[in-house]
């Protein structure tokens, strides 16, 4: 297995791995699309749409749309950032980088908002205020602590790496461990997302839990998750083969030797 990860064991010539690198992405857009599409599709028209604290039911909706589209579909993107525009400018990549980044952080927000608006303001059928008892479930736990470590993962990403910037030799400390936990944290946003899947349609879906048939509801759910598994699983195809890392261009590795001896120097 480590050969097919070690950078001087070479199968393909370069055209062949590029054509084979495009493939790869332009299965991963396809996957990580249709994942984004069917859970919209499962929210607004099994689930009865979208709306606000006014309607705790319906805000719920909220939780796994943006879930889907920010944590699996955009923070994917930008991990491929850096493999995608491997032969552009760092700054521009890093900027998109951010940017993409922060948009999933808008997005994760929300989506938690949403899930303790529906369990904190929920009403029973009379309309009375009956709460749902939040964190109980093994879903819950480990998906608030995955947005609690990638909240971590931001802001120290953000502080070392675009604003105000840490000098180089801390940037080169970090980034092992900020590319590694990145990645694992996408493995378990993943892992969560099933988690989640499987949690809710065994609490609404009655076609299967009383009638004990599949019906529309659940085969659109569960290929979310089959399309969510697949998008992952090209991302970390991308990422992981070190033949498609970014390379430091020529005048980015003669800023950096002269960053370095500065340093060094002072």
Request: net charge neutral; with cysteine.
């Amino acid at each position: 297995m480590s050969l097919l990860f070690d950078p001087g064991f070479v199968i393909l010539r370069e055209d062949q791995s590029v054509k084979l690198f495009n493939i790869i992405l332009v299965m991963s857009q396809v996957f990580g699309g249709m994942a984004v599409l069917l859970v919209t599709i499962w929210m607004s028209k099994f689930e009865s749409g979208f709306a606000w604290s006014e309607d705790p039911d319906k805000e719920f909706n909220y939780h796994p749309t943006f879930m889907v589209m920010g944590m699996v579909f955009l923070y994917g993107e930008s991990i491929l950032v850096y493999r995608v525009f491997r032969n552009e400018r760092k700054k521009f990549s890093k900027t998109l980088h951010v940017i993409l980044h922060s948009i999933v952080l808008v997005f994760m927000l929300t989506a938690l908002k949403a899930v303790f608006d529906y369990h904190n303001l929920h009403k029973d059928a009379s309309g009375n205020p009956a709460p749902i008892v939040n964190m109980v479930s093994l879903h819950s736990w480990i998906g608030l602590t995955v947005a609690i470590l990638f909240c971590t993962q931001y802001a120290v990403g953000f502080i070392t790496y675009f604003f105000p910037g840490m000098p180089i030799p801390i940037r080169q400390l970090v980034m092992p461990f900020h590319q590694m936990f990145g990645v694992l944290i996408f493995i378990f946003v993943s892992i969560t997302v099933a988690m989640g899947i499987s949690e809710r349609a065994a609490w609404k879906h009655t076609c299967w839990t009383k009638e004990g048939q599949m019906c529309a509801q659940q085969a659109v759910s569960s290929f979310v998750g089959v399309f969510t598994f697949l998008y992952s699983v090209c991302v970390l195809l991308l990422v992981l083969n070190p033949r498609w890392k970014r390379q430091p261009l020529p005048e980015e590795e003669g800023l950096h030797h002269l960053t370095s001896s500065h340093s060094m120097n002072d």
